[in-house]
């Protein structure tokens, strides 16, 4: 898995919108980042919120556009592609691994 990284004020609010879309095994790492929203979206996303460890708090499954989603105690999240967590179950693993190489 590959995760681009936004982490400055202005890469988090263009967030996705700085890409064009989400190719397989790709998504977009946010920090610190609480709550997420795909206003201007064409297409679902899966999003896992994170704590500062890098475990997985919560996540949601196929978040149409046009919606929020928010975890409070929540330090970053990773935007994957619309389904990918449900494809890959090992996508935990996957996230961490990302995060933690060099």
């Excluded at 946010?30 to 708090?57: E, M, N, Q, W």
């Amino acid at each position: 898995m590959k995760l681009y990284k936004a982490t400055s004020f202005w890469a988090r609010l263009r967030g996705l919108h700085a890409y064009n879309g989400l190719s397989p095994h790709t998504g977009l790492y946010i920090a610190p980042c609480r709550a997420i929203h795909t206003i201007g979206l064409s297409y679902p996303i899966d999003v896992v919120f994170l704590d500062k460890y890098h475990r997985v708090l919560a996540q949601r499954h196929h978040l149409a556009p046009w919606r929020l989603a928010c975890c409070p105690v929540g330090a970053a999240v990773v935007e994957l592609p619309g389904g990918y967590c449900d494809a890959h179950p090992d996508f935990r693993q996957a996230i961490y691994a990302a995060l933690t190489s060099t």
